[in-house]
């Protein structure tokens, strides 16, 4: 009886020690990183520049940029998909009083939990006098996103625009947007980013007044980008996109502390079919549906402890045939 006993405690530590093993590489995986390198600590900046560094981090759903300023966070940008070494987001400063700000990121995984960042005090000084009323930029990056297909909606219209989407497949989402019209004066449309499950979608874009609208519908494949662009009445474009190059800071030419540099790699916003433009960016997320980069090391762990207790307790059942029975 001691025998079976002192077999068992030693099998017993044996997948015990195989598991914490397992299970402290699985902790060690893909750590989160976030490191901003442009715009540094305490620089001046001006004009449209580049926020550049490394975001990245397991069950990658998207980041979020916010300029901090008191107690008050103004959302700056949203981007799908993680960045190594390369550039963020764009940022026209001169739709900000001048001032003191600070960089926050905000890491989102795909279970909708989060966590945030300080990262560097920066100051604005355009010295306009007040801040310009319309960005001449989209800030937010059309990287491929990871966890779903990437829809941005343009209302390129001069009235306000009323969007709807659903799908036929029943765990699809459904919801209705409002997207503000384009002010003449500014030079892109006001835009709504979407992170789509993967699914046939199906809905109208309507006008605000107008006595018509449009009717489409598209197929959302995952990793991919689609441009919907409302120009009025019964117009609405769709186009799948490639998305914009992830370039590194370092082949991009941009230094750290060169603002200028930086505003060189800005590109401007796309040709918008209409006449009139945006107030002001806003974005929007649809729940995803797990297919991102979710890390399978608990499962790993466990069913290698489980392999491990089958090859133990095989060894030990050879080990009992193999000996003499006793009396």
């Known amino acids: 009886m001691k025998i079976h006993l002192w077999r068992f405690m030693v099998m017993v530590v044996i997948v015990g020690i ?4 397992v299970s402290g590489q699985v902790l060690a995986q893909e750590p989160e990183t976030v490191k901003l390198t442009h715009p540094m600590e305490g620089v001046e900046v001006s ?3 580049m926020i550049a560094g490394t975001v990245d981090f397991p069950d990658f759903m998207k980041y979020e940029l916010f300029l901090k300023t008191g107690n008050q966070l103004i959302w700056a940008a949203t981007v799908y998909a993680p960045v190594i070494d390369g550039n963020l987001a764009r940022l026209d400063t001169r739709t900000f009083p001048d001032g003191l700000y600070q960089l926050v990121v905000r890491t989102v995984k795909t279970d909708s939990n989060y966590e945030e960042y300080m990262g560097p005090g920066f100051i604005i000084a355009n010295n306009l006098g007040a801040p310009q009323p319309y960005p001449e930029i989209e800030s937010s990056l059309l990287y491929p996103p990871v966890a779903g297909a990437l829809a941005r909606i343009r209302n390129c219209s001069g009235d306000d625009l009323s969007f709807t989407y659903g799908s036929p497949v029943g765990f699809c989402s459904a919801d209705d ?5 384009k002010n003449q004066f500014s030079p892109i449309c006001p835009y709504v980013d979407l992170l789509l499950i993967p699914c046939e979608y199906r809905g109208t874009a309507i006008g605000k007044g107008q006595p018509r609208g449009a009717s489409y519908g598209f197929m ?3 990793g991919k980008i689609y441009e919907l662009t409302y120009s009025g009445r019964d117009r609405l474009y769709i186009t799948e996109v490639k998305g914009e190059e992830m370039i590194t800071v370092a082949a991009a030419g941009v230094q750290p502390t060169d603002a200028a540099a930086a505003s060189q790699e800005v590109k401007p916003a796309p040709a918008a079919p209409s ?6 960016d806003t974005e929007e997320m649809l729940p995803v549906s797990g297919q991102g980069r979710a890390s399978n090391g608990p499962f790993m762990a466990v069913a290698s402890g489980l ?3 089958l090859v133990v307790g095989g060894v030990i059942a ?3 045939r193999g000996r003499p029975a006793e009396d």
């Open 307 to 309: 392999l491990l207790l």
């Open 18 to 21: 195989a598991l914490l093993t």
């Open 318 to 320: 050879a080990w009992k």
């Open 275 to 280: 006449a009139s433009e945006a107030t002001q």
């Open 220 to 222: 959302a494949e995952q």
């Open 177 to 181: 947007l409002w997207i503000p019209y």
């Open 47 to 49: 004009g449209v520049i």
